[in-house]
C-alpha cells in the first residue's frame, strides 16, 4: 500500500513540476518583452535628451523675428505650412511620421512610407 502512496506522491509532485516550468516559461517570455520594451524607450529617451541639449528654448525676440520673415515671404512665393516643417523635423530627428508607424522611433534607417509623404 505504501508503494502506491509513493507512486501517486511522485506524480503528483510531476505535474506540479510540469506546472512550475509552465509558469517559468510565461514569466521568461514577460522579463523578455520588458527588457526589449525597455532597451526601445532607453534608446528613444538618449536621443530625446540629445535633441533637448541641441535646441537651446527661444526667446521672444526670436520667435516675433521668425514671424516677421514668415509673413513677409507670404507676399512673395508659396509658403510651407509650419505643421509640414514641424513633421520633417520630426522625421529629421529619427521618428516616423507616416501613417503606418506614426511616433514611433526610427531604427533602421529611412523610411519609405515617411519619404513618400514628405515628398507630396
Not at 528613444?44 to 525676440?61: G, V
Not at 516677421?68 to 514641424?86: H, P, Q, S, T
Request: a negative charge; one cysteine or more.
Amino acid at each position: 500500500m505504501e508503494k502506491k502512496n509513493i507512486f501517486a506522491h511522485m506524480q503528483e509532485m510531476e505535474a506540479q513540476m510540469d506546472e512550475m516550468r509552465a509558469t517559468l516559461g510565461d514569466w521568461k517570455q514577460t522579463v523578455k518583452e520588458l527588457m526589449e520594451a525597455n532597451q526601445k524607450l532607453s534608446l528613444e529617451n538618449e536621443q530625446l535628451r540629445i535633441i533637448l541639449k541641441r535646441e537651446a528654448p527661444l526667446d521672444k525676440a526670436a520667435l516675433s523675428a521668425e514671424a516677421e520673415a514668415i509673413l513677409a515671404a507670404e507676399g512673395k512665393e508659396e509658403v510651407v505650412g509650419e505643421g509640414y516643417d514641424n513633421l520633417a523635423r520630426l522625421y529629421h530627428e529619427g521618428f516616423h511620421i507616416c501613417n503606418v508607424y506614426f511616433g514611433h522611433l526610427r531604427t533602421e534607417g529611412d523610411c519609405l512610407f515617411c519619404l513618400s509623404f514628405l515628398n507630396k
